[in-house]
C-alpha cells in the first residue's frame, strides 16, 4: 500500500492567518469556486448517475467527497457546500433519502490543518476529516469516493524536473525562475513531469473512486491558439517574480547562483495537452470541458491585490530557498513592477484561462 | 445531523513538540498503550468475529478504526500500529485477504493536528485521516467504523458540572478544584455529569460502528474497595495542584476568586459505575473488562517525570484560566510538594487502577 506520507513534500500555501496568510489572499481563487459552482451543479445534475447505480450511491451508506490540494480555507468550504446541497438535491429528484456526507480535507502534510479546521463553518451539513499527503500519491482507500474535485491546485508539480536544476543539461534554466515557452528542453522537461504527475494523480483518484464517481477538476491552463507561456498574465507573474529576484541578486542581497537553483515546480498545460494524458491515462471518460467564466476577468489589474495573492502562494517556497528574511524588500519590488506594467497585465491577464474538466470514473 | 465543530471545546493537550509539550511528557499514557497491547490482540483475536460477518468486515471494502482522544502522538501511533496488525493477523487466520486499513484520528478542533499528522511514521500500514471534534458528539457518518479505541481520554468531562461553580448551590466547590470524595453534592455533580457525557459517547460511538465492532476502553478508575477519590494517586496529584495553586493565591500572584472559580473537569468512575451507565446506553454487550497492569507501576515514584507530565496534560486548562504566566511558578511550587509527599506517592501511586473494556456494538 502506499504510504501516505513519505512524499516530498513541497510548497504548502503560506499558513495562519494574518494580513499575509492564503486565508485573507486567495479571493481571486475563490473567484474560481465562485465561477465553478454553475459547473459543479450542472456536473452533479447530469452527469453523477445515481439512479443507475444505487448499489455503489447507497443513500444509507455515507457519500464521501474529496477536495485535493484544499489549502487552508476559506475557498474549501465554499466548494464542499457547493458539492453537498446539489448531490442532496439530486438524491431528492430521484426520490431517495439523503445520505450523510463525509467531506476529505486533502493537502501536504505542512499545510496548516490546525487553520483549516477551526475555519469549517459550525453548522457544516457534513462529517470532516483532514487527510494528510501529496495528492500525487494513494491517499484515501479503494473504492472510498463518490466525489473528487481540485481546485487551483494541479499546475503545481510535484518537483521540479530534475534536467532543469542540472548544469550539465541542454534544459538548464539559468538567470529564469520558470519556463516562458521559448526554451525547448526547458519546456520539454516541465511538460513530461506535468504527465508523469498528471498520470499518477489520475490512477490515485482512479483507485480512491468508485466506478461512475465523478472528478471535477479547476485549473489555469495555456489559453487557446497560445504557444508562448510568457504571453499569457499567469507567465508574465511568474517572469516579474524572476526578475524581482534577479534585481535583489544585483544589489547583493541574495547571490545569482541561489536565483540559477530556484525553479517553481508549476505547469499550465494547454487543454489539448491534458485531454491526452487522460486519454491515455484510461480510468475516466470525460464529460464535459470549458473555459471559466471568472468574474474578476471584468475587473480592472488590482496591483495591491495582485501581490499580496502571489505573496501568500509563494512565501513558503521562497522562504524554504532564499529566507523569510527577503520576503517584504522582494515584494516591494515586485510590487512597483506591476505597477510599471500595468497596461500590459490589464490587457493580459484578461485573456487567461482558467479550465474546468468533469471525468467520469470508468466502471472497469 | 450533528454538526462537528460546535461543541464547546476544552482542555486539549499541550501542542508543539518542546521539552513541555504533550507529545515529550506522555510516558504514562505510553504505558497504558504497552499495558494494552496484550487486551488488544486479546479482544481482537477473541472478540472480533470476522469469519461470521464477512459482510459487515469484507476485506475488500476498507477496514475503518478511530482513535477518541489521540491527542499528538506519538501514543496514538502505537496503539493504531498493535490493531493494524493484529486485525490483519485475524484476517490471514480464516484465509481472507488483508483489508486495507483507514485510521481516524480524532480529538477537539484545538488539537495540534499539524504535529500529529507529521508525526505518523512515514511507513504506517494505513491510510490517515484527523477527524477533528469532540467526541461527545458524532463525529463520524453511520456505520463507518469497525473498530474504535479510546485511551486515557473518557475521565475527562465534556464540561464542568454547573453546580459546582454555583455559589448558591449546596454542591458549590470553594477552595478546591475538584472532588476529593467527602462532599457529597460535589461528588454527585461530577457523578451526574459523567453519566450524562459517557451516555453521549457510547450513543455516538454506537451510531458511528458497525454492528459487531468493538469499541477498546482504557481509563483510570477508582480502585476496588475505595470511595475517597483523595486516597488515590491522582486524586493527590489533583489535590497538590490545588494547594500549589492556593500557595499562588496567598502570595497575591493570583485571586483567591480565580481558585474557586477553576475545576477541573475529570471524573474517575468506579468499575461498577462504568458498568452501570453501559448496561443503560444498551448499545453495547460488555466482552472482557479488567485492570491494565501499568508497567511503571513496579518503578520508584519520580517527581520529576511526574511534574512534566502532569504540566503537559494540564498546560492547556490551566493557561486558559490563569494565564500562561503563572505556569513556570506554579511548577516550582508543584514539584517541591510532590517531593515533599514522597513517601505517600511511592505508596499510593501503585494502588491506582487503570480499566480496559472490551464491548462489543449490538446488531440491533
New interface residues.
Partial sequence: ?A????IKEAHPMKGGDDPNSYVQNSSYQKGVIDAAKEIIIEAVTQHLDLENNLTTFDP???FSIGDFGCSTGPNTYFAMQNIVEVVAEKYKSIKQPKP???V?FNDH??N???IL??G?P????????????SFYS???????LHLAHCSYALHWLSQVPKEIQDKNSPAYNKGKIHYTGTEKYVVKAYFDQFQRDMDVFLTSRALELVGGGLLIIQMPGLPSGETMFTMTGAGLLHAILGSSLMELAKSGIISEESVDSFNLPQYHPSMEELGKVIERNNNFTVEKVGILNHPMKDLPFDVQRTSLQVRAVMDMILTEHFGEHILDQLFVIYTRKLQENYDVFDKQIRKDADFFLVLKRKFH
Same sequence: chains 1, 2.
Fill in positions: 500500500m504510504p501516505t506520507t513519505n444509507s451508506k455515507p450523510e456526507f463525509h476529505f502534510v505542512n496548516d490543518f490546525n479546521f477551526r469549517i459550525p453548522n457544516s451539513d457534513y462529517f470532516a476529516a483532514g487527510v494528510p499527503g494513494r491517499v484515501l482507500p479503494k473504492g472510498s
